[in-house]
Structures are given as structure tokens and as C-alpha cells.
Nanobody, 121 residues
Framework: QLQLVESGGGLVQAGGSLRLSCAAS????????MGWYRQAPGKQRELVAD???????NYADSVKGRFTISRDNAKNTVYLQMNSLEPEDTAVYYC???????????????WGQGTQVTVSS
């Protein structure tokens, strides 16, 4: 069964850091893009950052210079290092894969269950 398992959320004071991890498990042949989205109460889900299989990264303007996305292709895992956190970063963070090709079956996109990040002022 293919799934994304997230970890690393929690409560932190403004200016602090957190590291999120997301591991894709199952019989996976390849993953095109891995990334993180977030959704704050009353707001739409938005892209935070993503990274291609070749390492090309893309960031939301609001997190540039503070967040760093990376991935370990051998482990099918993506990380999000979040520094200088601000109360505005408070949200549920969702892991996302685009173009996940399993060993058997069709290529499709997957979402994690979400992990809460709360930044206090």
C-alpha cells in the first residue's frame, strides 16, 4: 500500500526552527516531484516548496531564505527545514508527491495526512 508518512511538526516559539520529514512507502519505482503545502484556518491550501527528482527547487515568496527543501531519492523521503519561524507560518503542513510511479499500477499524485505546525509569538 503506497502512502506518505509525515513527522516533525509541533509547537515552537517565533524565531525557532522545525524540520519536517515525509517518507513515501510501498513499492515505488520513481517519484517526479515531492513537496510541501500548508493550510491555515480559513485559508486555501498553498504551496510552500517543492523539489524535482533532479534537485530543482521552488519556494513560495513568503518562505524564501527561511525554509530549505531537500530530498533523499534512495529513501523516497523529502525534508523541510524551517528556520526563523513566524506566527504566520502556523498551519497544517501536507506532504505531496506528483508523478509517483509504482512498480505495479498507474502513476498518480499522493498526499500525506498532514502535520500541525504552531508558532507562538
Amino acid at each position: 500500500q503506497l502512502q506518505l508518512v509525515e513527522s516533525g511538526g509541533g509547537l515552537v516559539q517565533a524565531g525557532g526552527s522545525l524540520r519536517l520529514s515525509c517518507a513515501a512507502s510501498g513499492s515505488i519505482f520513481s517519484i517526479n516531484t515531492m513537496g510541501w503545502y500548508r493550510q491555515a484556518p480559513g485559508k486555501q491550501r498553498e504551496l510552500v516548496a517543492d523539489i524535482s527528482s533532479g534537485g530543482r527547487t521552488n519556494y513560495a515568496d513568503s518562505v524564501k531564505g527561511r525554509f530549505t527543501i531537500s530530498r533523499d531519492n534512495a529513501k523516497n523521503t523529502v525534508y523541510l527545514q524551517m528556520n526563523s519561524l513566524e506566527p504566520e507560518d502556523t498551519a497544517v503542513y501536507y506532504c505531496n508527491t506528483r508523478g509517483l510511479k509504482p512498480l505495479f499500477g498507474n502513476t498518480r499524485d499522493y498526499w500525506g495526512q498532514g502535520t500541525q505546525v504552531t508558532v507562538s509569538s
